[in-house]
């Protein structure tokens, strides 16, 4: 079968550009026992792709030369492994292409779409690995309780905004911090958080004074650097601070440098959050953001790319924070 792909075709050095990405063809063979030919319908652009280009994370590395890897939203066409059958629709990893032949560790790692979700692609964002990672950071790790004051980064995207919405469910007030009006609008005027601030327009240290006078009980960093050290100087008495995501340093930043008197004054504890420690969690956060997604509590946002060769625009896009939610490819 004569299928379309995208490879890397150079390390992104700084901030990535289309022209690190290469489009061609591949041809696939016919599925064997044990494995599943699937055709996919959307792709999700997720910001640890840019480190997996770096060599810099958890999962494997994306050499020159290698399909982008990546899961997606993908529909079952020929089966032969008994978990999967043909017309389905499930998450997989399925890389930048048309078309994917899943072996049985890809099967074994798959997640059926579950059959009330009305948007399919959602199974890619918010109620995905993006709302995992939300979900268990909120409720394993910041111990989030009714009055807290809880500040999240990034908070127009699929993490930040699904941690400030369940945020606002368990009682919390919740300040967003994202870039521009078009994302504060969102955030506070669909996402229903207490304020957000844009700190492109607004100095952030400022803006946090204002909005945070007795501090920030519970600070969910999807970007480190400056913001972090900002939210930092800002802990209420045992502040929970849940280290998520790096937006501000994977394009090759310096790290940060923290002081830890800052914690040790607010007697606060920081904690690194990896979702795959958490896929045990998956069942009991999809029953849960169910009930609030089908009453109308959670609200999703997607930046839908349309077909595969936008994939690398879209995903500099992802990385430059231009991107309105959740950043996906539909093929
Ligand atoms: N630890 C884990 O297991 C885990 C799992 C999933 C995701 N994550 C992390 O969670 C964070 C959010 O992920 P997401 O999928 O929800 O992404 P996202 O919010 O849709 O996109 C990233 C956002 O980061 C913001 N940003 C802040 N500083 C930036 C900078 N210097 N350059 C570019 N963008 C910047 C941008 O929004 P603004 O313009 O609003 O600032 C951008 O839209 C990421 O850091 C991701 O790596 C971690």
């Known amino acids: 079968m004569h299928i379309e792909q995208i490879t890397l075709q150079r390390t992104p050095v700084g901030l990535p550009d ?18 599943v030919l699937v055709r996919v319908l959307a792709l999700s652009l997720d910001p640890y792709l840019r480190s997996a280009m770096a060599g810099r994370h958890l999962s494997a590395s994306i050499g020159i030369g290698d399909l982008v890897r990546g899961e997606g939203l993908v529909e079952v066409l020929a089966s032969r492994h008994p978990a999967m059958a043909a017309g389905e ?58 009055g807290d004051t809880l500040v999240v980064s990034a908070a127009s995207g699929p993490v930040g905004a699904t941690v ?60 480190g650097g400056d913001t972090l050290l900002a939210l930092l100087e800002r802990l209420a008495l045992g502040a929970r601070v849940v280290l998520c995501g790096l937006m501000a340093q994977y394009n090759g930043a310096a790290p940060t440098a923290i002081n830890p008197a800052l914690l040790i004054r607010a007697r606060a504890t920081m904690r690194g959050l990896v979702v795959y420690d ?34 690398p625009a879209a995903f500099v896009r992802l990385m430059q924070g231009r991107n309105q939610g959740k950043a996906l490819v539909r093929l």
């Open 278 to 311: 958490h896929w045990d969690a998956l069942e009991q956060m999809l029953t849960e953001m169910k009930a609030h997604y089908l009453a109308g509590r959670l609200q999703f946002r997607e930046d839908i790319a349309e077909g595969l060769q936008s994939a």
């Open 89 to 146: 629709q499930w998450v997989a990893a399925c890389g930048w292409r048309s078309h994917a032949l899943l072996d049985a560790a890809a099967v074994a790692q798959a997640r059926r779409v579950p059959a009330w979700l009305d948007r399919p692609t959602l199974a890619l964002g918010g109620l995905g690995m993006p709302g995992l990672t939300a979900w268990a950071g909120l409720n394993r790790l910041a111990d989030a309780r009714a």
């Open 18 to 35: 289309a022209s690190d990405f290469a489009f061609g063809h591949a041809e696939l063979p016919q599925p064997e026992d044990g494995q």
């Open 164 to 223: 400030g919405q369940l945020a606002k469910i368990k009682g919390c007030r919740v300040i967003g911090i994202a870039g521009g009006p078009e994302k504060c609008a969102w955030v506070t005027g669909v996402a229903g958080f207490d304020a957000c601030i844009d700190y492109r327009a607004e100095d952030l240290r400022q803006a946090l004074d204002r909005l945070c006078p007795q501090g920030v009980d519970v600070y969910f960093d999807n970007v």
